[in-house]
C-alpha cells in the first residue's frame, strides 16, 4: 500500500504541477518612468518689460464740405479731366455730387474722402457708379 500511495501522490504532485504550468501569466511589472527634468529657468537679470502701448492712429482728414449743387458741373470737370470717357465720367460724377453733394479730389482715387454715400453707390450691374 505504501507504493500505491507513493504513486497516487506523484501523480497528484505531477498533475498540478502540469495543470499550473499551463496558466497563463499575468504578472505586469510596472516600471516608473523617471521625472522629465524641468525646462531651464531663465536668468532674471532684468525685469519683464511692460506691455506694449498701441499709439493712437493719426487723425483722419475731415470730409470736404458739403458742395453746392451750382459747383457740381466744374468739380466734375477737374474730375474726369483726363477719364477716357469724359462724358460718361462727367454725367455719372454729377449725379454723384448731387446725391452725396461732395467731389472727392484729384482726378482718379480719393473715393472714401467722400464718406460711404460716395463710395456705396453702384450701377444696376454691381459696379462702382462715382468716379
Known amino acids: 500500500m505504501s507504493s500505491s500511495k507513493s504513486l497516487l501522490l506523484f501523480i497528484s504532485v505531477f498533475l498540478s504541477l502540469i495543470f499550473s504550468l499551463s496558466l497563463p501569466v499575468n504578472s505586469v511589472i510596472e516600471v516608473e518612468k523617471p521625472p522629465q527634468p524641468l525646462a531651464p529657468v531663465g536668468t532674471l537679470a532684468s525685469p519683464p518689460s511692460a506691455p506694449t502701448v498701441k499709439p493712437p492712429s493719426?487723425?483722419?482728414?475731415?470730409?470736404?464740405?458739403?458742395?453746392?449743387?451750382?459747383d457740381c458741373p466744374n468739380l466734375c470737370d477737374v474730375r474726369c479731366g483726363s477719364h477716357r470717357r469724359p462724358k460718361v465720367c462727367i454725367?455719372?460724377?454729377?449725379t454723384c455730387c448731387l446725391r452725396c453733394k461732395c467731389?472727392?479730389?484729384?482726378t482718379y482715387g480719393n473715393r472714401e474722402k467722400c464718406g460711404k454715400c460716395y463710395i456705396s453707390m453702384t450701377t444696376h450691374g454691381g459696379r462702382p457708379k462715382c468716379p
Do not use: E
Open 91 to 94: 454725367r455719372a460724377c454729377r
Open 58 to 70: 493719426p487723425p483722419t482728414a475731415p470730409l470736404p464740405p458739403p458742395v453746392m449743387p451750382k
Open 103 to 106: 467731389v472727392p479730389p484729384g
